[in-house]
C-alpha cells in the first residue's frame, strides 16, 4: 500500500480482519445465522464508487451512518436494501411486528437494523482504540433512504466531509438468508499519521 510499510500494512490487515470477524460474530449472534465476510477492499485514500449499488437503480436502500470523534474522525456505514432489511425482520422480528402495518412496527423495524449497526460500529472502534491507543467516541446511528442509483453520489460527499484518508469496504453476507450488506469505514489524516506513529519498522 502505497507511503506504508510492510510491517504497518500487516498491522493494518490484521486489524481489519479482526473487527470485521468480531462484526461477522456479533451479526450472527443477533440474526441466527450463519455469516461470512467477502470482497473485502481497504486503503489510503477515498472510498471509491460501488459498481454494483449503480446497477440498483430506483430500488430503495438504507444507509446507516454513525459519526465518530475524539483523536480520530470519520464514519462507519452500513448500507442494505429494502429486500434485505425485510428479509432480516421476517427472520429475526416477532410476526405481530411484521404482519401488521404501524408506524410503530415500522419504527420497530428500522430500529432493529440501527442496532446492528451501532454494534458492529462500537466493536470497530474498540479495535482502533485498542490498536492506536487513541479515544474515539461513536455517536448515535443515523438511517436515511436513498435510491440505488444515488448512494454512490452520497458517499462522494461523505468522503470530502470526511477528508477521508484511509476506507474500508466490505460485504457481510449472510450463508442462511440471502442478505449482503455493506459495512465502510472513512478514516481521516490523523488515523494514517497514527498509525505511521505507532508501528515504525524496526532497524
Not at 465518530?68 to 436494501?81: H, P
Amino acid at each position: 500500500m502505497d507511503n506504508l510499510s510492510n510491517l504497518q500494512f500487516e498491522i493494518i490487515n490484521e486489524l481489519v480482519d479482526e473487527a470485521l470477524a468480531q462484526s461477522v460474530a456479533s451479526m450472527k449472534d443477533m440474526l441466527n445465522i450463519r455469516m461470512r465476510k467477502e470482497y473485502v477492499n481497504f486503503g489510503l485514500g477515498p472510498l471509491k464508487r460501488i459498481q454494483e449499488l449503480d446497477t440498483l437503480g430506483r430500488f430503495k436502500v438504507h444507509v446507516i451512518k454513525v459519526n465518530f470523534n475524539g483523536e480520530l474522525k470519520g464514519a462507519f456505514y452500513f448500507v442494505i436494501n429494502a429486500y434485505e432489511v425485510g428479509t432480516i425482520n421476517r427472520a429475526c422480528l416477532p410476526e405481530s411486528v411484521t404482519s401488521v402495518l404501524s408506524a410503530a412496527n415500522k419504527e420497530m423495524k428500522i430500529d432493529f437494523i440501527l442496532e446492528i449497526e451501532n454494534i458492529i460500529a462500537a466493536l470497530s472502534i474498540t479495535q482502533i482504540s485498542d490498536l492506536l491507543g487513541v479515544q474515539i467516541l461513536g455517536e448515535v446511528p443515523k438511517a436515511q433512504v436513498l435510491r440505488g442509483e444515488e448512494v454512490n453520489d452520497y458517499f462522494r460527499e461523505e468522503n470530502l466531509n470526511n477528508k477521508t484518508a484511509f476506507h474500508l469496504r466490505a460485504v457481510l453476507a449472510g450463508s442462511d438468508l440471502d442478505i449482503s450488506p455493506y459495512f465502510i469505514w472513512m478514516m481521516d489524516q490523523d488515523f494514517v499519521d497514527k498509525l505511521k506513529e505507532n508501528i515504525v519498522e524496526p532497524n
